[in-house]
């Protein structure tokens, strides 16, 4: 189990990121004027290296319109990004035990909570002037990513 340590927000930071994939597929007699909604799916998946008292955090979203069959094809909206952090009392925050890693969840928490609201901002800006162009990633309790 972890020691008691209390998670302090200033000892992480983010020392990178890497928009490893923006595609946007639309068909090519796509209606935009037709969409009615958009189907989300994310995905985050955190790496841990205790020496260098690193974090990685793998963010993908899967992006759909919703036409309700009035187009005859979705347009979608695949993207894949990563996080690099660096949070330096690391070794008090995420503890091994046996083939388990114990973490902190104040940590988890927040690093779900950046990396969600900082893959907002990136994909609005990117899909600016396409088919997904009012389309914004939902505010969500990132907890629900871990």
Do not use: C, W
Not at 71 to 97: K, Q, S, W
Not at 110 to 131: K, W
């Amino acid at each position: 189990m972890l020691d008691k340590k209390p998670f302090d927000p200033e000892k992480l930071s983010m020392i990178e990121f890497k928009l490893i994939k923006g595609q946007i597929d639309t068909p090519e007699e796509f209606d935009i004027e037709k969409i009615e909604g958009h189907q989300v799916e994310n995905s985050l998946k955190l790496g841990f290296n205790l020496e260098d008292k690193l974090i990685k955090a793998d963010f993908t979203a899967d992006v759909k319109t919703d036409s309700k069959g009035e187009n005859e094809e979705e347009a979608r909206g695949i993207f894949h990004l990563v996080f690099i952090y660096r949070v330096e009392n690391l070794e008090m925050l995420a503890t091994p035990d046996n083939n388990t890693l114990n973490v902190e969840p104040a940590l988890l928490n927040a690093l779900s909570g950046i990396t969600y609201s900082t893959a907002r901002g990136i994909m609005l800006t990117r899909l600016q002037g396409t088919a997904f162009k009012d389309f914004i990633l939902p505010i969500i309790n990132p907890n629900k990513l871990l």
